[in-house]
């Protein structure tokens, strides 16, 4: 499968919910290369109240959470063992670097690509960017258990 997926669509994927499921939509996908995703950001989100309170900032380590369930939807669109059931576990992150901070009414655009797979291991070179700016950068690895 490859394109867009919905909300909908990706919550059969993943097992994630509010307020912690951190994709909104997948924009664009290319089975065993890249996937392209967004994450609307809003006021409403409940870690604004006390994450730098008077001046939101989206927490790093969430774009990060992001950027692995955008792995984890690429997994799933990349081998006919994984999907609907499959388990997806983030199993490591390398050379994390943040670069731009991300507030209310910011767009993420989360990118992931496959850089190899060994087993069920997955490696991904993923960023985050708002704007064409990039905010986030990582190396992510994800573990998939089929269903």
């Known amino acids: ?19 912690f499921l951190l994709v909104d939509k997948v924009l664009e996908c290319e089975p065993k ?17 006390g994450h730098f309170p008077g001046n939101p900032i989206f927490p790093g380590v969430l774009m990060l ?13 990349s081998d006919d063992q994984y999907g609907p059931g499959s388990i997806y576990y983030l199993a490591g992150i390398d050379k994390a670097r943040f670069k731009k901070t991300v507030g209310p009414g ?25 704007d064409g700016e990039l905010a986030t950068s ?10």
């Open 106 to 130: 910011d767009q993420l655009m989360l990118e992931a690509k496959v850089v190899k797979t060994r087993r069920n291991i997955w490696t991904f070179d993923c960023r985050a960017e708002v």
């Open 65 to 77: 959470e992001a950027l692995a369930q955008a792995t984890a939807l690429l997994t799933s669109q």
């Open 1 to 19: 499968m490859s394109g867009q997926l919905d909300i909908l669509k990706i919550q059969q994927l993943l097992p994630h919910r509010y307020p």
């Open 33 to 49: 290369e890249r996937l392209l995703a967004c994450k609307n950001v809003t006021f409403n989100e409940p870690f604004f109240q």
């Open 138 to 147: 990582a190396t992510i690895m994800c573990a998939a258990v089929a269903g």
